[in-house]
Structure formats: C-alpha cells, structure tokens
C-alpha cells in the first residue's frame, strides 16, 4: 500500500533531490545548518531516585563533550542496568542537583538530511518534503521519546524476563503488556523502542507507543521488517520494501 511520508525542513537547507525523484533508504536529500539547541534531562526522574542522588549515576562531569548515543548516566540493579544516552551532540553544561536535572548544549553545525524510507519524492515546500513508499501506518493512541528506526521484533502477549535476550537490540518490540521489570531489561540490553496495549511505565524506555490490541496481532504478520516509530506523532510505520 502506497503511504505518504513527510520529513520537516530546516530553514536553512539546499534541496539535493527534485520532486518525483526515487530516492533509497539513507539516500541524501538535503544539506542543512543546525542551530545549537538545549536539552534538558531529568536524571532524578529516569532513574527513579532522588534529586540529591544524581551524581551517582552521573557518568559526565560539567564541560564535558558528548556524542549523540553516548552514555551519560549508568545504575546497576540486581537484575539489569538502566542507562541514559545523550540525544544530540554537544557539551553538559549544567547539573542541578537541586532539581535533579542535567542541561545539555548542542552544537552548531553542518547537518545532513538522509531518507528514512525508500521510495519516490512528493511534494517539496518550504517547511517539509513529501516522500510516497510502500509501507503500512499504525495510528497509536499514546507516545513518548524521539524517532526510532529498527526491524519488527514479535514477542508474548504478556512477555516475561525469559522472553528478552541480546538479540532485542536496536529492535523494536511489539506485545500486549510490557511490565517493570520487562522495560527495565529491555532498557538494559538497548531495545530501539516498544509497541503496546499497555506498560507499567513509560519512563523506563527511550521510545514508546501504546496502540490497539488489534493491531498487535496484525503486526504478527510483519515479524523482521524495516519499521519506524514514530513516539510524537503517535504512529509505527512498517516499510514493506
């Protein structure tokens, strides 16, 4: 089925591609400047401690320089670790441990902006780009964290710690029911994200999406494909090509 893809545009970006282009997965579309932006993270809220415990988890110390997908903070449990990673790249230039929070500055630079999917280029405007693939969108009802790309990963309607290995990395998960403990281990061995009817919490994952019921046991039939989650705009998006 013939789905419509819309990618935002920085304001200040060269278009590399024309309308009615086919384009590939990872395929350059354009070339952008990024503005340095700020990020605020909770540490006292992920890790579920209290504000004045941060520097015990903290891994990074104030001026030091971070790449997107490092490690900024660790705590071990008894049964898994739970581990937050930086979101852009840039610099900590700030711990509260008042507040329990860290404040992450990015850097300004050069930004390349590649295709999430394969496909043929739509419609180009000032603000986004339009790219039509084949693929299916499941609309969610509920969504937290970024955008996450990974390949469909099947488990038990109700899944249990058993049920989580190695191989769940950069995948994305899919059940009826994710409990504590299950995220917690989910977090611990780097699972892309999760799709569900339900959680125990969402806090305890970088990205995640609750849907309907049915659409878990329809998504049984698109175990191992390319998918996209998309936590903001509340939708799971599986290529088919």
Same mark, same amino acid.
């Given at each position: 089925?013939?789905?419509?893809?819309?990618?935002?545009?920085?304001? $200040?970006?060269?278009?590399?591609?024309?309308?009615?282009?086919?384009?590939?997965?990872?395929?350059?579309?354009?070339?952008?400047?990024?503005?340095?932006? $700020?990020?605020?993270?909770?540490?006292?809220?992920?890790?579920?401690?209290?504000?004045?415990?941060?520097?015990?988890?903290?891994?990074? $110390?104030?001026?030091?320089?971070?790449?997107?997908?490092?490690?900024?903070?660790?705590?071990?449990?008894?049964?898994?670790?739970?581990?937050?990673?930086?979101?852009?790249?840039?610099?900590?230039?700030?711990?509260?441990?008042?507040?329990?929070?860290?404040?992450?500055?990015?850097?300004?630079? $050069?930004?390349?902006?590649?295709?999430?999917?394969?496909?043929?280029?739509?419609?180009?405007?000032?603000?986004?780009?339009?790219?039509?693939?084949?693929?299916?969108?499941?609309?969610?009802?509920?969504?937290?964290?970024?955008?996450?790309?990974?390949?469909?990963?099947?488990?038990?309607?109700?899944?249990?710690?058993?049920?989580?290995?190695?191989?769940?990395?950069?995948?994305?998960?899919?059940?009826?029911?994710?409990?504590?403990?299950? =995220?917690?281990?989910?977090?611990?061995?780097?699972?892309?994200?999760?799709?569900?009817?339900?959680?125990?919490?969402?806090?305890?994952?970088?990205?995640?999406?609750?849907?309907?019921?049915?659409?878990?046991?329809?998504?049984?039939?698109?175990?191992?494909?390319?998918?996209?989650?998309?936590?903001?705009?509340?939708?799971?998006?599986?290529? =088919?090509?």
């Amino acid at each position: 089925m013939v789905q419509t893809f819309s990618l935002k545009l920085p304001k $200040k970006r060269k278009i590399l591609v024309k309308e009615f282009e086919k384009v590939t997965l990872g395929s350059i579309l354009a070339e952008g400047k990024d503005d340095s932006q $700020k990020e605020t993270l909770s540490i006292a809220q992920v890790f579920k401690i209290s504000p004045s415990q941060i520097f015990k988890v903290l891994v990074k $110390k104030v001026g030091d320089k971070v790449k997107k997908g490092e490690v900024l903070a660790r705590k071990a449990g008894v049964l898994s670790k739970a581990i937050l990673r930086s979101p852009i790249n840039g610099r900590l230039v700030e711990v509260s441990q008042a507040l329990g929070e860290i404040t992450l500055a990015g850097e300004e630079g $050069k930004s390349v902006i590649k295709s999430p999917v394969s496909g043929k280029i739509g419609q180009i405007s000032e603000t986004e780009m339009k790219i039509e693939f084949e693929g299916m969108i499941f609309e969610g009802k509920n969504g937290k964290g970024d955008r996450v790309l990974g390949k469909i990963e099947n488990l038990p309607p109700e899944v249990g710690l058993l049920d989580i290995s190695s191989t769940v990395i950069q995948k994305i998960l899919v059940a009826e029911h994710f409990s504590r403990p299950v =995220l917690a281990k989910v977090w611990a061995l780097e699972a892309a994200g999760v799709v569900g009817v339900s959680f125990a919490s969402q806090e305890l994952v970088s990205a995640s999406l609750t849907i309907e019921k049915k659409n878990i046991q329809e998504l049984r039939g698109y175990q191992g494909k390319n998918a996209i989650l998309e936590p903001q705009e509340k939708r799971l998006i599986v290529l =088919l090509e």
